[in-house]
């Protein structure tokens, strides 16, 4: 019987917490003309020469932190949320998983649905949030690909799904178990973005950044914006909980080198709640499906850190959608 292939794409992981390893990662990853959006030769340099040789020991430090017996979370979890799609969805699709950089390649999913035989492929970027250096980058790739193939089979990619009504059920009750009542003040920490890669996606080319609360609410000018998308979820997320205007801050989080990147950033954030005698945060992480190095690091033990230095308490991660069977309901429905 003949198949639709399904493509669960997340960003990817090094092969294991080794300083080599995750040199070829970030190199991989930061060579990318969509993370690192400037011309070749810069890239090259700033990536190749700086980044690379500096920053891989550090990372690999962290990367040990979080690796355990089922070796990088992220991959981990991906595999079980491919697997667990598969069980739902029957013997009539062909699930892979692919990640944009490192094993398994987005390459060798393609290979493995073409020698399937299926009949379509549908691509799902595992990023709720469009933006053109995650999702846009996996379906850049996605195409080139398959335009060398002699026969292109029917395709189709999801955008985004930073309003999907289970995913948004899953974060809520995800946060219940903390008892978000018993904290001062709620974060929605999204990964960073520089703001020169929300301009590009400003197809008007005066709407992006003309005004402090350009992204809050979604509309037609920014429907693709990151920003915007992610404020969305933020919003929609609060509503579930019943949590008012006053008791959440959206922030960023992860930034790299000196430029301006979208505002306002997590640690500034820190700083104010601190200073107003805030004790007990509560973050979501609602750009990523996986517990990975940016939350079970950065927010868990950095933050936290930070946090406390600064005269608060406590901060809380509400876990990703990881293994969540309603999570998975809500990539059924996307394909189905």
């Known amino acids: 019987m003949s198949k639709k292939g399904i493509l669960l794409v997340n960003l990817g992981t090094p092969d294991s917490p080794q300083t080599s390893d995750v040199k070829k990662y970030l190199d991989q990853f930061l060579m990318d003309e969509r993370v690192i959006d400037i011309p070749k030769l810069n890239r090259t340099l700033l990536v190749k020469g700086i980044i690379v040789p500096f920053r891989s020991p550090k990372t690999a430090k962290l990367y040990k932190e979080i690796w355990n017996e089922n070796g990088s979370p ?9 697997k667990m799609l598969q069980e739902r969805l029957g013997e009539g699709y062909h699930v892979e998983l692919a990640m944009r950089y490192q094993s398994p390649s987005i390459a060798s999913a393609l290979a493995n649905l073409k020698a399937g035989l299926v009949e379509s492929i549908q691509v799902i970027p595992m990023f709720p949030q469009y933006a053109s250096a995650s999702s846009g980058s996996v379906m850049q790739l996605v195409m080139e690909l398959v335009s060398k193939w002699p026969t292109v089979p029917p395709i189709s990619f999801v955008n ?6 289970l995913m948004i059920k899953v974060f809520a009750e995800n946060a219940r178990k903390h008892q978000v009542e018993s904290y001062d003040h709620v974060l929605f920490s999204f990964h960073g973005l520089p703001e020169r890669q929300l301009l590009k996606c400003d197809h008007t080319g005066s709407y992006c ?9 979604l509309n037609d000018t920014n429907k693709f914006c990151y920003s915007a998308q992610g404020h969305d979820t933020a919003r929609l997320i609060a509503a579930e909980l019943n949590l008012a205007k006053d008791k959440y801050t959206v922030c960023f989080q992860s930034r790299l080198g000196k430029e ?16 107003e005698g805030k004790k007990r945060l509560l973050v979501f992480s609602p750009a990523f499906v996986a ?10 033990v950095e933050y936290h850190e930070e946090f406390k230095a600064l005269g608060g308490e406590h901060v809380q991660l509400v876990e990703s959608l990881n293994d969540s069977p309603v999570f998975i309901e809500a990539l059924a429905g996307m394909v189905k």
């Open 291 to 300: 517990d990975c190095l940016e939350t079970l690091y950065e927010i868990t």
């Open 209 to 217: 950044l003309k005004s402090a609360d350009c992204c809050q609410t």
């Open 260 to 275: 301006p990147w979208v505002q306002p950033y997590t640690t500034d954030v820190l700083k104010k709640l601190a200073a």
């Open 160 to 165: 985004s799904f930073h309003d999907n009504e």
């Open 74 to 82: 992220l991959l981990y979890y991906s595999r079980l949320q491919a």
